[in-house]
């Protein structure tokens, strides 16, 4: 098959909720030749052959919505590749500081606040800075010593499912892999080069 009926018959998800950093993302596949979906639509969602769960706000009302919606269940059952980017990366995990709130618990680690008396960096931590490798994984470029861009003041701990770290204030994952299940703290679509390769590798899993 040639490579405009690949992109003309990928099956791109966006999930729609009230933290949804959609249009930025949309964008971004749409600079790589991909159509996205941005959608709410449980069954949408599922039939989807990549789904995208990014988010910039605030974690309680984040899953408020997509427990009202039936989207926690539905996330947590899908079976295809899925990309959880910035507060999408927080949610997927068990609990988060940021609202006191349960997440989905995908990733079996707890989401903490940047603790500002440990260091004279500023909180949120926003801008570019560094990640390292952890582990090989589903990136087939040296991610070492690049920079993405960031913009969080809540973190994930190092944990087993840990593929890149970043250092500020404390070392915390930049990238989380289990299973179907992919995520990253920084912004993917707004890391340049580097974070086109990263969609790209990530679409064509």
């Not at 990928?10 to 959608?39: D, Q």
């Not at 499912?161 to 404390?170: C, G, K, L, V």
């Amino acid at each position: 098959m040639c490579l405009v009926n690949l992109l003309s018959t990928m099956n791109i998800a966006i999930i729609k909720y009230n933290a949804g950093n959609n249009f930025s993302v949309e964008c971004a596949l749409r600079r790589l030749g991909y159509e996205a979906i941005v959608t709410d639509d449980p069954n949408e969602i599922r039939q989807a052959d990549k789904v995208i769960f990014p988010g910039v706000g605030e974690a309680r009302s984040a899953m408020e919505y997509l427990c009202s919606h039936g989207l926690d269940k539905v996330i947590k059952s899908l079976t295809q590749p899925v990309l959880g980017i910035c507060i999408g990366q927080q949610l997927m995990c068990r609990y988060s500081e940021e609202g006191d709130v349960d997440c989905l618990g995908i990733f079996d680690v707890d989401v903490k606040r940047f603790d500002a008396s440990q260091s004279e960096l500023k909180i949120p931590h926003m801008g570019w800075n560094t990640i390292t490798l952890a582990k090989e994984d589903f990136i087939p470029v040296n991610l070492n010593g690049k920079y993405v861009y960031y913009v969080h003041s809540y973190y994930v701990p190092v944990n087993d499912a840990t593929i890149a770290t970043t250092d500020y204030i404390t070392p915390y994952s930049a990238a989380l892999h289990k299973d179907n299940f992919y995520a990253t703290q920084f912004h993917p679509e707004k890391s340049g080069d580097i974070g086109e390769q990263i969609l790209k590798s990530f679409i064509e899993l």
